[in-house]
Structures are given as structure tokens and as C-alpha cells.
């Protein structure tokens, strides 16, 4: 497969970061934060190792609940019902 062909998903930005006054601590810190933001760092952990379809599917529903959950939890403190 050509670079050209590959999927959307595999298209991504290069992320920048600005050194300003050669602190390079700041600006690690500040790619460590894009990287855990865009989720990276569990991307790589889960590459690691290969994870079955089936496998795959379970922990995605797993999370879809996780997320309805917190979603419901944040709607309801919102309304005042917790």
C-alpha cells in the first residue's frame, strides 16, 4: 500500500510545539498534555499487545457504558436530582 493510499484514520496533524526561551521542560509538559488529550499514550498501551475482536468489542461497549453513566451522573447533579 502507497503513503498515498493509506485511510483517513492513519492522516494525522503533526503536533507542534513552541520552545519559547529555551525552556524545553514547559514545552514537554505541554506535549505529554496533547499527547494524553488525543489519547495517545492508551493507543500505545493497547498496541502492545493483540486484542481479539471479540475482546475489542467488549471493552468498546464496556467504555460506551462508562461514558453513558458519566453522562447521566453529570445530567442528573446538573438538574439537581443527586
Known amino acids: 500500500m502507497n503513503r498515498g493510499d493509506a485511510p483517513n484514520e492513519w492522516r494525522r496533524t503533526i503536533?507542534?510545539?513552541v520552545v519559547r526561551d529555551n525552556n524545553v521542560e514547559q514545552a514537554l509538559r505541554a506535549l505529554k498534555k496533547k499527547m494524553q488529550r488525543e489519547g495517545l499514550f492508551r493507543e500505545m498501551k493497547a498496541r502492545q499487545y493483540f486484542e481479539k475482536p471479540s475482546e475489542k468489542k467488549a471493552r468498546q461497549r464496556a467504555e460506551a457504558v462508562r461514558r453513558a453513566r458519566k453522562l447521566a451522573r453529570k445530567r442528573a447533579?446538573?438538574?439537581g436530582l443527586v
Request: charged fraction near 35%; proline fraction near 0%; aromatic fraction near 0%.
Open 15 to 17: 503536533v507542534q510545539i
Open 77 to 79: 447533579q446538573r438538574e
